[in-house]
């Protein structure tokens, strides 16, 4: 059972937070197209809810994986998808490796201000010719005595108008490209970092997301994540709670767009009755209804095997590859029921529509998700099947 009676309490203030400081204000930063990351990361940070399950001695809770689990479940009741997945980048993307890897002196430097709220954080790994494709990336960190000097880009990076740093994955040696990376941490206000315009999004439009480029920005070496080189392996297990994460924050949304749909469809008549009444559509909304069941099943199971200590990668790979896809059928089918009214961006189901899209997409495209889980099935050529690498 992967929750009690103090993960209930911890959900319940989280609720009362979020109807109180959340959702009343969502459409007014939707229209912005940003939210105030500080003022709110601030309040979450004062709650408690920036550092459920970091250590106690850097300013967390020190609680089991399964209260971030709750966390992320709970988000999905905010009521746009932008602000929940600005917050999982400070909890659940930009932070584990830090967390978990990093020293004493650079935990106290930027995790502590992550965790209480006092500075926002992104994660820097998609390039322009490197998305899903991470060990492709270009950006670089050259050795200069006790700095890196960094030269190259991020793209389409969430939180970056508003971070204060940036966890950066960069290429610190000529060794081959799965043991050349570093995580570096880099304050946003250094010399040489430039970040971009705003991005006008399709969705998740209440989070600011920019391109960040570096021009010789020169950062200590202390501030490096963990020992050189192994800054892909860490990346490969932050994925892991992103992946979770993704699936997690989908589960409420899901639920409260197939309940709006109800409803909407319950009032709306055509044909001499409500268009709840065919079968076709009260149908197709029990078998959502059981896919969200479905997949909240599979991340609860990935997140008590995380716990537990085992290698969750095909697991949450699961997890995020059906999020994203249940996202986009779901949405889809709910939107069609609105008839010409789900096509209004007023309406709840045109959000959700738009939000739900980039979950296939963040995080490892579907695509990608499909390779990893084939390599660790051993039905691509040449591959091993424990492995999941070249034989």
């Known amino acids: 059972m992967l929750f009690n009676a103090e993960h209930e309490d911890a959900r319940r203030a989280l609720q009362k937070f979020i109807a109180a400081e959340i959702n009343p204000f969502v459409d007014e930063w939707e229209n912005a197209g940003i939210f105030p990351a500080h003022e709110l990361f601030k309040k979450l940070g004062d709650l408690g809810f920036l550092g459920l399950n970091k250590p106690v001695e850097f300013g967390g809770q020190g609680l089991a994986y399964s209260y971030a689990v709750m966390m992320a479940e709970e988000l999905g009741a905010i009521r746009c998808g932008g602000v929940p997945m600005a917050i999982g980048i400070q909890t659940d993307m930009a932070t584990p490796a830090l967390a978990r890897f990093g020293s004493d002196q650079?935990?106290?430097?930027?995790?502590?201000?992550?965790?209480?709220?006092?500075?926002?954080?992104?994660?820097?790994?998609?390039?322009?010719?490197?998305?899903?494709?991470?060990?492709?990336?270009?950006?670089?960190?050259?050795?200069?005595?006790?700095?890196?000097?960094?030269?190259?880009?991020?793209?389409?990076?969430?939180?970056?108008?508003?971070?204060?740093?940036?966890?950066?994955?960069?290429?610190?040696?000529?060794?081959?490209?799965?043991?050349n990376k570093s995580l570096i941490c880099v304050p946003t206000k250094s010399k040489g970092v430039e970040v971009g315009r705003k991005l006008d999004k399709m969705g998740v439009r209440a989070s600011d997301a920019a391109h960040i480029f570096f021009d010789n920005v020169r950062v200590p070496k202390q501030n490096r994540i963990g020992e050189e080189g192994q800054g892909f392996i860490y990346q490969m297990l932050q994925f892991q709670q992103e992946r979770l994460w993704g699936a997690a924050a989908c589960l409420k949304a899901h639920e409260y767009i197939i309940a709006e749909t109800i409803e909407y469809t319950r009032s709306r008549k055509a044909f001499g009755q409500s268009i709840l009444d065919n079968q076709t559509v009260h149908f197709k909304l029990a078998e959502m209804q059981t896919e969200v069941e479905l997949l909240r099943a599979l991340v609860y199971r990935a997140a008590e095997a995380l716990i537990a200590g085992e290698d969750v990668?095909?697991?949450?790979?699961?997890?995020?590859?059906?999020?994203?896809?249940?996202?986009?059928?779901?949405?889809?089918?709910?939107?069609?029921?609105?008839?010409?009214?789900?096509?209004?961006?007023?309406?709840?189901?045109?959000?959700?529509?738009?939000?739900?899209?980039l979950t296939s997409i963040a995080g490892g495209a579907d695509e990608v998700m499909l390779t990893v889980l084939c390599k660790m099935m051993g039905t691509l050529p040449g591959l091993n099947q424990k492995q999941g690498a070249p034989a």
Not at 171 to 178: L, R
């Open 106 to 179: 650079v935990r106290r430097e930027f995790l502590v201000p992550a965790i209480s709220g006092d500075a926002v954080a992104c994660i820097g790994v998609s390039e322009p010719g490197a998305g899903s494709d991470v060990a492709s990336i270009k950006t670089s960190a050259r050795s200069d005595g006790d700095d890196y000097v960094i030269n190259g880009g991020k793209m389409c990076i969430t939180n970056a108008v508003q971070a204060d740093w940036i966890c950066l994955l960069a290429n610190t040696s000529d060794a081959p490209k799965h043991r």
């Open 313 to 357: 990668t095909r697991l949450a790979t699961m997890a995020k590859l059906k999020a994203g896809r249940l996202g986009r059928k779901l949405t889809d089918a709910c939107l069609q029921f609105w008839g010409g009214m789900g096509f209004m961006n007023e309406t709840p189901v045109s959000r959700a529509y738009r939000d739900s899209r």
